[in-house]
């Protein structure tokens, strides 16, 4: 892999992980449209490494508050998110555990991903539209929590989007779109870490290189703007733009894959 490559791949990372367009399906579409070589586990690692730092520079605060009244056990509602956002990391962190073989093979087909990207797109607009917004994140109870955990297990398929089906998830249940962005963010803190620390073990450090530092760094940055620029931008705004994204590229990519035959 170049540094360009990287570079561009991490920019895709920071932006797809935290905006609900899904950074597996963009990170599979690249290779596969360009004809690159593909990045392997390191470079995965990479890219894993530097959303983790971002969504950790940015809500460090928030979860030192949020585990010191969990663990304290305080009856406010820090204590009780808290423990919402690790209930709802189990369905995710298991659905990866015992379908990371087919994720990394029979999901990752242009066809599936385009189609995915449209159906998902459908079902964001119309909830989103549909929904109520009256419920701040301090008002999420543990329904809301588990629906939204569940959710997250269909991020598996690339065209999903981990942080598209929780934020959907989320506004399904009332949330409003600031909302429901902060606690995707928050749960994808878990998540991200532990898919990170599973490929980890399987990683050498003689593969680590420029392309790997500039991954790391680039998803990173890209990362914390991304989350930054979704917080601001929902508070007033719908995720249509997302959604008609989501068509847009999903459609091209359908048509691509039936002009290659």
């Known amino acids: 892999m170049t540094v360009w490559q990287a570079l561009i791949m991490g920019i895709v990372q920071g932006l797809g992980e935290f ?3 899904s950074s597996s399906a963009h990170l599979y579409l690249l290779p596969w449209l360009f004809n690159w070589k593909d990045p392997g586990l390191t470079f995965d690692i990479a890219l894993h490494m530097g959303t983790l730092i971002a969504v950790v520079a940015f809500f460090w605060q928030d979860w030192l508050v949020l585990a010191w009244n969990g663990l304290t056990l305080q009856k406010n509602y820090e204590g009780r998110l808290f423990w919402y956002l690790l209930l709802a990391t189990i369905p995710g962190a298991a659905f990866g555990f015992f379908f990371e073989e087919q994720a990394e093979t029979v999901f990752r087909d242009p066809l599936l991903v385009g189609i995915m990207l ?106 914390i703007l991304s989350i930054k620029f979704l917080l601001q931008y929902l508070a007033s705004r719908s995720f249509a733009v997302f959604a008609w994204y989501r068509f847009i590229v999903g459609a091209c990519v ?8």
């Open 19 to 21: 905006l609900p367009i």
């Open 118 to 223: 449209i159906v998902m797109g459908i079902i964001l607009y119309v909830v989103d539209a549909y929904s109520a917004r009256w419920k701040e994140i301090d008002q999420l109870n543990l329904p809301d929590a588990l629906l939204i955990g569940i959710s997250q297990a269909f991020a598996i398929i690339p065209g999903v989007s981990r942080s598209g089906i929780t934020m959907t998830a989320a506004r399904f249940r009332g949330m409003t779109g600031e909302a429901a962005a902060r606690f995707s963010f928050l749960l994808s803190t878990p998540i991200i870490l532990g898919a990170g620390l599973v490929k980890l073990k399987d990683m050498s450090s003689s593969d680590v290189n420029l392309a790997f530092v500039v991954g790391i760094i680039s998803s990173a940055v890209i990362g």
């Open 254 to 261: 359908i048509a691509l894959v039936l002009i290659r035959g």
